[in-house]
Each structure stands twice: as C-alpha cells, then as structure tokens.
C-alpha cells in the first residue's frame, strides 16, 4: 500500500514467521511485511544490496529483530544498523526468545528500541506480536527521513 512503510521480520524460525504473520493479519495491518531469514539478507535489505538492490528507497517502520540468527546475528545486525548514521534511526525491536541478561544489556548498549522475549504461550505471543505492530506501525511517529542513503554498491 503506497505511503505505508514496510515492517521487517528477521526471523529464521518457520514457526515464529507464521505466528507473527497470522497476528499481524488478525490486526489488519497494512503495511507490506518483508520477511529476511538471516541476518545478511536483513542488511541487504536494509542497505539495498544482492536481491533487494532495486528496492524502494524507504525505512523501515520497524525492524523485528531475532538475537540467533544464521550467516550475522542479530547482535550484529543491530550493530551495523545502529552505528551507522544513514540507518541508525530506523527502529529496531529485538524479538526473541532470550531472557539472558547479557543479551538484554548487549542490545540496549548497542542502540535497540526495545527488547522484547517471546512469550511461550501461543495466545501471549500472538497478543506481544499484534501489540508491537500496532505501535511501531500507527502510533510511533518516526523522524522524517533527511537523505543520505546509502548507495547500492
């Protein structure tokens, strides 16, 4: 839907897609919702490079982190799109199912919006994951963008 910014779901886990999308669906969510299943597929994604080179120029209204990731982990996923200043504004929610403090303290020293743990119960999952659409989808006012996007080389 033209103007809706996408929703970005890093998440390997089949099962945690589909939840995610049925509780996202239940809501009537607009927004498109890309689905990258490692972590270097999300930064191609995020800088626009291999198959999402001819991507709209857009941020993301949220990034749906998972910490546990193939290829880069969402450590450092979170890293790269923190501290770099093009990026660094765009939202980025860890959503996972680690309750390590080390992670928690990892995460917000690296920039995350908020840490969120998957809940175990279906009906408390689907319920966390419709709540984080809505805020990060409707209610966030996010800052304008202002340019300097990085290339696709």
Same mark, same amino acid.
């Given at each position: 839907?033209?103007?809706?910014?996408?929703?970005?779901?890093?998440?390997?886990?089949?099962?945690?897609?589909?939840?995610?999308?049925?509780?996202?669906?239940?809501?009537?969510l607009a927004?498109?919702?890309?689905?990258?299943?490692?972590?270097?597929?999300?930064?191609?994604?995020?800088?626009?490079?291999?198959?999402h080179?001819?991507r709209?120029?857009?941020?993301?209204?949220?990034?749906?982190?998972?910490?546990?990731?193939?290829? +880069?982990?969402?450590? @450092?996923?979170? /890293?790269? !799109?923190?501290?770099?200043? =093009?990026t660094? $504004?765009?939202?980025?929610?860890?959503?996972?199912?680690?309750?390590?403090?080390?992670?928690?303290?990892r995460?917000?020293?690296?920039g995350?919006?908020?840490?969120v743990?998957?809940? +175990?119960a279906?009906? @408390?999952?689907? /319920?966390? !994951?419709?709540?984080?659409? =809505?805020?990060? $989808?409707?209610?966030?006012?996010?800052?304008?963008?202002?340019?300097?996007?990085?290339?696709?080389?």
């Amino acid at each position: 839907m033209a103007g809706l910014k996408p929703i970005l779901l890093v998440e390997d886990n089949p099962n945690d897609i589909e939840l995610t999308l049925a509780a996202f669906e239940s809501c009537q969510l607009a927004n498109e919702i890309i689905i990258c299943r490692d972590g270097a597929e999300a930064l191609d994604f995020i800088y626009r490079r291999g198959p999402h080179a001819g991507r709209q120029v857009q941020d993301p209204a949220v990034v749906l982190l998972d910490l546990k990731l193939p290829k +880069v982990d969402g450590l @450092e996923v979170l /890293a790269q !799109i923190k501290g770099d200043p =093009v990026t660094r $504004a765009v939202p980025v929610v860890m959503l996972t199912s680690s309750r390590e403090e080390t992670d928690v303290v990892r995460s917000y020293n690296l920039g995350v919006n908020a840490f969120v743990v998957k809940p +175990v119960a279906f009906d @408390e999952f689907f /319920a966390a !994951i419709r709540e984080l659409g =809505v805020f990060w $989808a409707l209610l966030n006012e996010p800052p304008p963008h202002t340019g300097g996007w990085p290339s696709n080389t």
